[in-house]
């Protein structure tokens, strides 16, 4: 499949807006601090996320699941660090 320039374009797009996510991604898995992630917003960016990526299957947009793959990996990873690491900062309750 030959890309054309608006494929182009979303690839830099997709690429620029998953290459976001690394930073959050690589402090968290350094710091182990979660304290302040969202647990909501991580759910449902993850569904989101998949969901995007199912659309982009469907439409055969290289782009669409290239980059939603990609972001799926990060913040569904984003989602596990949180998961995982909560339970160990959160005090007992008085």
């Given at each position: 499949?030959e890309?054309?320039w ?19 991604v690589y402090?968290?898995w350094r710091t182990?601090?979660?304290g302040?992630?969202s ?10 996320v998949f969901l ?9 947009a ?6 939603n793959?990609?972001s799926l ?10 998961l ?11």
């Amino acid at each position: 499949m030959e890309l054309n320039w608006v494929e182009y374009i979303g690839l830099a797009a997709g690429t620029l807006t998953t290459a976001a996510y690394l930073p959050q991604v690589y402090k968290t898995w350094r710091t182990k601090a979660v304290g302040d992630i969202s647990l909501v917003m991580y759910t449902a960016m993850t569904a989101g996320v998949f969901l995007w990526m199912v659309y982009g299957i469907l439409l055969k947009a290289p782009a669409v699941i290239a980059a939603n793959a990609v972001s799926l990996a990060l913040v569904g990873g984003m989602l596990r660090l949180k998961l995982k690491y909560h339970n160990a900062q959160t005090p007992p309750k008085p």
